[in-house]
């Protein structure tokens, strides 16, 4: 979902006010406040009229209560440069902050592969967000989680234990209850969970190794992490192994690759792959670039073993590609 997908499902300013002459009660923006423009403030632009008004609220919430058609002056659609001055009536339908909703359970899509009383192993599609979060404050796998199995409201990130990013597909665990969710942690901390990624790189890596560098945020671009001068870097440790050349024409050069995590730190394979000069294709926050059909980082998590919290021993899960990697794949070839 997107960032404005919020307020994407409102009608237009026309119809409501239809619907509100037609049955006041069926207004999905509910009452309105109105306020007139006192005589004592100075014509100016509607937003910052507003932000004198209502000084609870922020400038830039206020331009997008007026951006999503939720103020009207004199009773048209308002526009956030407009003059309003002494006399003008503003109608307003109060907004809730963008993360009122993170706790919110939604109909979200994903696939669960297997579940228990104590856990759920989930098969995240790639562009769905994990965790609520700025930009990202509903239509997220944990609005699902919570949609799909409420009892996750009593557990701590509705259960949540490591988490995918954005647009890496695959396996995750889900705890169920709070002794669950202790359990998956220790095992996570004390390095035992078992996570499997496969991923596409660009260039020939000649053989097995292992990446041990610290990660942490990139000093000069928020967005990123790094291994060169991290702010506060924590220890990550990824094992790689080719599985497949090949060569994306054009393009160049491609790798099958196996990864699997002894850490969980954000972006870790993607920041480790470019660190050895073997970014993901379509990675372009980390130089990759978008070959072979490639549109999203080429990551996918394949395999997850843990222990059962439930007494039942080791459990492990394979999740195949999804359908957009495996069209990479097929549009890469690769040697004998």
């Known amino acids: 979902m ?3 997908a919020a307020s994407a499902d409102l009608v237009s300013d026309d119809e409501l006010l239809g619907l509100a002459d037609e049955n006041p009660d069926e207004n999905p923006r509910g009452e309105p406040q109105l306020v007139t423009v006192p005589s004592a403030m100075r014509a100016d632009r509607l ?5 004198g008004l209502l000084p609870d609220h922020s400038r830039n919430r206020l331009q997008g209560w007026i951006e999503s058609g939720n103020v ?5 659609p308002a526009k956030i440069r407009q003059t309003v001055g002494p006399g003008d009536q503003l ?12 706790f919110t359970p939604e109909p979200v899509e994903f696939a669960v592969v297997a579940e228990s009383p104590d856990w759920i192993v989930v098969n995240k599609p790639a562009g769905l967000v994990t965790h609520p979060g700025a930009g990202n404050w509903s239509g997220t796998l944990l609005n699902g989680l919570l949609y799909r199995y409420p009892e996750l409201a009593q557990v701590a ?4 234990v490591h988490r995918l990013d954005k647009d890496t597909s695959g396996l995750m665990v889900v705890a169920r209850n709070d002794k669950a969710q202790t359990h998956l942690v220790r095992q996570l901390q004390a390095r035992s969970m078992g996570r499997e990624y496969m991923a596409l790189a660009h260039g020939w890596i000649a053989g097995p190794g292992k990446v041990d560098r610290d990660i942490g945020r990139d000093p000069r671009v928020p967005v990123r992490m790094s291994v060169e001068r991290p702010v506060a870097p924590k220890p990550a440790v990824t094992n790689y192994a080719p599985a497949r050349r090949g060569m994306a024409d054009p393009g160049g050069r491609v790798t099958e690759v196996v990864c699997r995590l002894e850490t969980g730190r954000t972006h870790q394979i993607r920041v480790h792959m470019a660190s050895l000069g073997h970014p993901l294709l379509a990675d372009t926050i980390y ?11 080429m990551l996918h998590a ?4 843990f222990d059962d ?4 021993g080791e459990v492990q899960f394979a999740a195949a590609a999804p359908a957009d990697m495996i069209q990479v794949q097929e549009n890469i070839a690769w040697n004998a």
């Open 2 to 4: 997107s960032d404005t």
């Open 47 to 51: 937003d910052k009229v507003l932000a």
């Open 72 to 76: 009207l002056v004199n009773g048209a």
């Open 91 to 102: 109608t307003i339908w109060a907004q809730p902050a963008p993360d009122a909703r993170a």
């Open 157 to 160: 990130r509705a259960g949540i």
């Open 287 to 297: 130089g990759g670039k978008n070959i072979a059909g490639a549109q999203r980082q």
């Open 302 to 305: 394949r395999a997850l073993h």
């Open 309 to 312: 919290p439930g007494g039942s």
